[in-house]
C-alpha cells in the first residue's frame, strides 16, 4: 500500500513537472513575440473579437507613433477612432462584414491622426482562433502608404498632361518597353498608319 502510494506520489510530482515546463515554455514565447511586436515598426493593434465593436487591447509603440493618441487613450476604443469627413463609408462596411465573419483582409483607408492629419491606412487582418475555432482576437497590421498613394496619383495626372498634350499637338508617339519587349503606339499614330485598336503593333511596320 505504501508503495503503491509513494509511486503515485512520484507520478503527480513527474507530471506536475511537465506542466509546469509546458507552461513556462509557452510564457517564455508569449513574452517573445511580445517583444517581437513591440519593436516591430510597422503598427500593430489587436482587437477583442467577443466583445460588441471589437475594442482594442492591444497597439504598439510604431501605432502609437503613427496616430499620436497614447495607450490609454486606445485601449478600450474601437477602430472607428481613426475613421474622419473622408474616410470611405462603403469599405467600413466591408470590413465590419469581415470583422462579423472572422475573415481576413486587406484593405486601404483614409484614417485620420489624433490632431486631425490625415493619411492613407494600409490594413491588413489577421483572425485567431481557440481551439475550438472560435475568433477570440484579430490583430491589425498598418502602415502608412500616403507618400506611394500621392506619388502615383502624381504619376496619373502626368500622364494625363502628356496624353492631352499629344491629343492637342495631332503628334503620333510611339513606346517601346525593352524589359517586356512590348510596344505601344497611340491612337494619333494608329490612325496615321491605320492600324486598328485591337491589332498589335510592331517596330517592322513603323
Known sequence: MQLTVGLLLITLVFLGGIAVQRFLRQRRKCLLQSKIIASATCCVAVTDATAPRHPITYVNPAF???TGYTENELLGQTMAILAGPETDR???EKLAVALQDGRSGRLCLRHYRKNGTPFWNEIALSPFKDRTGRVTSVVWVMADVTQRRLEERAMREREERFDLAVHAA?????EHDHQTDTLYWSPIL???YGVSSDEPASLQRY
Open 64 to 66: 502609437r507613433l503613427l
Open 90 to 92: 462603403t469599405l467600413l
Open 170 to 174: 495631332q503628334a503620333g508617339i510611339f
Open 190 to 192: 494608329r490612325d496615321i
